[in-house]
Every structure is written in C-alpha cells, then in structure tokens.
C-alpha cells in the first residue's frame, strides 16, 4: 500500500482447487459439493458457525423445499432438511407449516456435511481484498486472527449474500432500487420465559400501537414492530425476525455496525414495553440472544451473464441451462413510502404477496447464467448476491433455493478447477444439469 508509506510479505496458501467465501446456505453446499467432486476446497467464513442467516441471524424459520407437490430443492438440501427434521412427513405432502430452526442443531448439521465431503473451513476469516490479473482472480486476502493470509485457488465462489468477493474483484452491481434504497433489515432477537398460552391470546394492532407511540420507548416508534407474540419456536421461547428498520446498508461498516448496536438498544426496549403492556404474557421473560449476524435481506446484485427478472417469475420461464427451479414468491420487503402508503390503508402485504403467489406444481427456473460474474473467469456466485433484478431477488433469496443454488456452483466450480483449466464458462451447461439430476436434483 505504498500511498500508506509501506509495503509488506503476506503468507500465501495457494494449495486449493478452490475457495468458497461465506458459508451461509448457499456457502455450505457450495463447499460441500466442490469437495465431494474431489476439489480441494477451502470454505472461509468470516463468523464463528456454518449456516449463515439460518444459524447466526437467528432467522426462525426455512420456507419451503417443495412446490406443494414434490421437492424441488432435493439434493443436499433436501439432506440438511430431512437431517434437522427426521420426523417431518414427506411429499407429496406440501411443506406447509415447517417446524422451527433448531439453530445449534444447523450449526453441527453443517459443519459436518462440509468435514464428511472432506472441506476444510476456516472461521473467522473475512476476505478483505481480491487479486485480479487478465479477467481471472488471482488471490484474495482474508483478515484472520494470525493477521492478513493471502489464499489462491483455480475457482473461487462467491456466498457471502453481500456479494463481497465480486465487489472487491471489480464486478459490476447494483444495490436496492433506482436510487439506491434497499429493503429494511430486521433485528433478530429471542426471549425466554414467556407464557405462550397467554401470548397468543395478545390482541396484536392494539398491543402495537400502544408499544410504538409510548415515549418510554422511542426506538419501537422508528421501527416497524412486528407481531408482538413473534413466532414461538419452542414453548416460553420466542423469536423475532420481523420488525424492520430502514437506512441501513449492510455493506457500509459504519452503518452495519450502529444498526447492530441499534438493535440490541431495540430489542431491550422491546422486552422492556412487552413487561409493561403485556404482563401475564411477558412479565418474566428475558432476553437471551440477540443475532451476532444482522437480519439483512437486500444488498448487492452482482451482474452476471443473465439477469433473472421479476418478469421471468411472473411468467414461469425456464431456461435451458436451469441448474435450480423455485416457487417462492417476489418477497420484496417494503420501502419506508411503502410502508407509509400501508399505513394510509392504500396498500396491503397480502395483495402484494398473492400477486406473485405460484399454484402447486408451478416453478421458474435459474439459469447457470445467472451465477457467472460478467468479466470474471474464474469465478461463480451463489445465494443472495447472484445475477438478478430486484423481484427476481426477492424470490429466489430464500434459503431453500440458496442451498440449491450452492450446490451447482460447488460442482461447476470443481469440474473447472479439475477439468477446464478453471474456465466456468467451458463447463457445458447440459452435463451440469446432467451430473446435478444424478445426484438428486430436480431439474424437469
Ligand atoms: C430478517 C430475515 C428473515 C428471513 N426469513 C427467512 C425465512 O423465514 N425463511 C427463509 O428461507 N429465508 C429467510 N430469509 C432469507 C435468507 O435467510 C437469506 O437470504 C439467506 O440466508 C441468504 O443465504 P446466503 O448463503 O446467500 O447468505 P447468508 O445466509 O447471509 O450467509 C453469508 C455468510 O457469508 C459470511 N460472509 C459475509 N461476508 C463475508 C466475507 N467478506 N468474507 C467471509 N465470509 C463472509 C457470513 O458470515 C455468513 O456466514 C430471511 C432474511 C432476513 C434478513
């Protein structure tokens, strides 16, 4: 860094076939598949769990693996699913009402997929810079305990939902909306000791009101509070994912790290109005966790050779090189004017939602296209960050689809590192799509 007036020797460990960044849904099975195709595969990650949103955001729950007919995020996803929940009927059955999260249950489940398919993770570990030369990633360095450590691979895959790892190799973006708005985030909490029985008999717009114009209070006032029974995942503890704050770009450090600290302030007011206006529900609960990983549910959208739009949604398209399919619907959460326009009755969330609602059976697909960073040889995306337009985002940034979506990238980037001198564009879509239905996709 010579305007810094130093320059410095960092170790390098280039012994990797390849690197995964981020190991959230899309990260573990991205990792997980490079390794079992025999790619020696290094998952950093810049926490302390595998898992991502789903372990150390406490997001509560999955939304469905299935179309409401079949699975259709099979696989290893449908592996992790069935792992944490060995019980759960299977389909035909649509997925309907899925049991909660057990979050440190996800952790092991994780962790030990990504050590039996022979990954290594390092945890712990941000990646910070990237190396390019020629259009192909070179190095990328990542901030570890023992300093900064230089890793080199032939592939490298992009799971860090933020898109990191393209941003900082040049990739082109976008981020939000036109003017660069994006969807609220969400502090994600958890009590104890609630009375369950009693909370669900809460009258909740009420209850709401009161908890939001109370002075006592004035963070729950700025916030959207959600449902203040929240969702109980287990009897006497609840957890909350829903109650949103806007302004906050997840990517700026200074704003990442006063909405985390925002947060915590919010989810103590929280408990603290709950006592006050809800005593028989909320009298003795306490708070016992509050995410070390912030609730953000819109970044960067890395540019890739296609961009999967909301029209594509709307219209069930396929493409023929589809390396997932998904039925969720466009989950674009609202803008601050949105919400406002709700407020005025001009708007509901259940209209919003029904207009992108699939019947059973009803898919679109994902292109391998969309997980090619444009100018970038050698490397893929997978998860929150790949090539879409905001609803397009909006639909397919749910877990299940990121599972799927890291499963193809793990094996395209294996077989590039392996067998096309870690060209991701020499990888022929048509194997891709064969090699992913022998190993259990569903790709009609
Ligand atoms: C409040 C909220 C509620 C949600 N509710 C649901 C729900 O009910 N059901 C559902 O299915 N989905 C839900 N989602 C969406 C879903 O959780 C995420 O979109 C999904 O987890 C994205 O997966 P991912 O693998 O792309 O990224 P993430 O889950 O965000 O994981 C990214 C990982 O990368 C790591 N990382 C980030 N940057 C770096 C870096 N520079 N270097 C190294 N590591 C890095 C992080 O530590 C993390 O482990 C919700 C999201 C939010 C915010």
Redesign the pocket.
Known sequence: VPELGFSRRLPLDDQWDVIV???????VTAASSAAREGARTLL????TC?????T??L?????GFTDGQRFIHDGLARDIRNQLWDDLPQPPQPDGHLPPIDWEKLKLICDRLVRRQGATVMFA????AAQTAAGSLTAVL?ATKAGLVAFAAKVYID????G??CALAGAEFHKGDASGDMQP??P?FVLANVDSVAASRLPPEQLRRQMMTDPQFPLLGRHVTGNPSGGASWPGIHCY?QHHAWGVDGTDPASLSAALSQGREYAWQYLQALRKYAPAAFGKATLIATAP?L???ETRRIVGDYTLTGADHRARRRFEDDIAVNSFFIDVHWSWADYQRSLRGEITWNQYKSASQYRPGEVHGIPYRCLLPKALRNVLM????VSADRDANGAI????P?FSM?EAAGLAAAHAALKTGGDVRAVDPAWLRRRLRELGAYLP
């Not at 950093?44 to 926490?47: E, H, I, N, S, V």
């Not at 570990?125 to 910070?128: D, G, L, T």
């Open positions: 960044a981020g190991g959230g849904p899309a990260g950093l990650d810049a926490g595998l898992g991502g949103l789903g150390a955001g997001v509560p729950g999955w939304c570990a941000q990646v910070a990542a799971c860090t939902g933020d990191d790892l985030i969400s994600t994912n990983l609730g953000v549910r997978a998860g929150r960050c940034r749910v877990m299940p990121c890291g």
